[in-house]
């Protein structure tokens, strides 16, 4: 039982995520993201969104901007920190996830800075899942300058999981 607790703990503490590279730029990108940042121009925080841009060209998950053309009018849903519009992605119907407008541009640039490593930390969960019961990813959009970043997933039909939990009573009274 000692080996598991350490290694409980071990997992807590992050350090599984810090084992490879690609885990070690994530991380950073969680720690910089924590810290008191005056300006995100901070160097340390350029060096990190550049090796995750390296990242995303070698791993295929970055993509430019035109190919995805998000439609605003068409609005999936709406979370926490992010709404999910409905997009074209070269021409396949897809979902992308961003983050609500005023998390963006009505913050800080810390703020700002939270928010894409949250995103950014799902891209680390998501670019190598493959599930039936899990949302393809397909990509992400990236403006490092503008801090704009964008989930490229699979878009989905039929009723959301709020429905599906609670369907509304039947108008026969549920019989």
């Known amino acids: 039982y000692a080996e598991l607790d350490e290694l409980e703990s071990l997992i807590s503490a992050g350090t599984a995520a810090m084992t490879t590279a690609t885990g070690r730029v ?3 990108l969680g720690q910089l993201a924590e810290e008191d940042l005056e300006s995100c121009e901070n160097s340390e925080v350029t060096e990190v969104l550049s090796q995750l841009k390296d990242m995303g060209q070698r791993e295929q998950w970055l993509i ?3 190919f995805v053309n998000i439609r605003r009018h068409d609005v999936i849903g709406c979370g926490g920190f992010c709404k999910v519009f409905g997009a074209d992605f070269l021409g396949t119907p897809v979902a992308v996830k961003v983050p609500k407008a005023e998390d963006m541009f009505g ?4 703020d700002r ?3 894409v490593a949250g995103i950014m930390n799902e891209v680390r969960i998501l670019r190598h899942r493959r599930h039936p019961n899990i949302v ?5 959009v990236f403006d490092s300058a503008r801090f704009s970043v964008g989930l490229v997933l699979e878009r989905l039909y039929g ?3 709020g429905q ?3 369907p509304r009573r039947r108008s026969d009274g549920g019989r």
């Open 159 to 161: 009723c959301t999981l």
């Open 26 to 28: 994530f991380n950073k």
């Open 107 to 110: 913050s800080s640039e810390a």
């Open 136 to 140: 393809l990813f397909h990509a992400v």
């Open 164 to 166: 599906f939990i609670c």
């Open 113 to 115: 800075l939270k928010t």
């Open 64 to 66: 430019p901007a035109d």
